[in-house]
C-alpha cells in the first residue's frame, strides 16, 4: 500500500508564511507527478499546483503569485512554499502523488488526509 502524509498545517496571521510537506511511503517502486489542493468550507477541492518527477510545474489560480512548489524525489516528498499568506487561504490543503506500486500494474492516484492552513489575525 502507499501512504501520503501532509504535514506543516497551522494558524498564521495575515502575511506570514508556512510550508506544507507531504511524504509518500510504502510499497512504492516509482512516483511521477505530485501536487496540493485545497478546498475551503462550502467550496469545490481546487487545484493549487502539481509538479511532475523531473521539475516541471503547474499552478492554479489558487496558487499562482504567492505559493511555491518544489519536491526531494530521493525522499519521495514535495513542499509547497506559502507566502504571503491571505485570509482567503484558509482551508484544507491536501496532497496528491500518481504512484505505481512495487505490485505492479498501473500507476494511481493516492491523496493525504490533509492538513489545515488558518489564516486569521
Known amino acids: 500500500q502507499v501512504q501520503l502524509v501532509e504535514s506543516g498545517g497551522g494558524l498564521v496571521q495575515p502575511g506570514g508564511s508556512l510550508t506544507l510537506s507531504c511524504r509518500a511511503s510504502?510499497?512504492?517502486?516509482?512516483?511521477?507527478?505530485m501536487g496540493w489542493y485545497r478546498q475551503a468550507p462550502g467550496n469545490q477541492r481546487e487545484l493549487v499546483a502539481t509538479?511532475?518527477?523531473?521539475?516541471?510545474?503547474n499552478y492554479g489560480t489558487a496558487g499562482e503569485g504567492r505559493f511555491t512548489i518544489t519536491r526531494a524525489n530521493a525522499v519521495n516528498t514535495v513542499y509547497l512554499r506559502m507566502d504571503p499568506l491571505k485570509f482567503e487561504d484558509t482551508a484544507v490543503y491536501y496532497c496528491?502523488?500518481?504512484?505505481?506500486?512495487?505490485?505492479?500494474?498501473?500507476?494511481?492516484?493516492?491523496w493525504g488526509q490533509g492538513t489545515q492552513v488558518s489564516v486569521s489575525a
Open positions: 509538479i511532475t518527477s523531473d521539475g516541471r510545474v
Open positions: 510504502g510499497s512504492i517502486l516509482r512516483v511521477y507527478d
Open positions: 496528491k502523488a500518481n504512484v505505481r506500486g512495487q505490485w505492479g500494474g498501473d500507476p494511481a492516484d493516492y
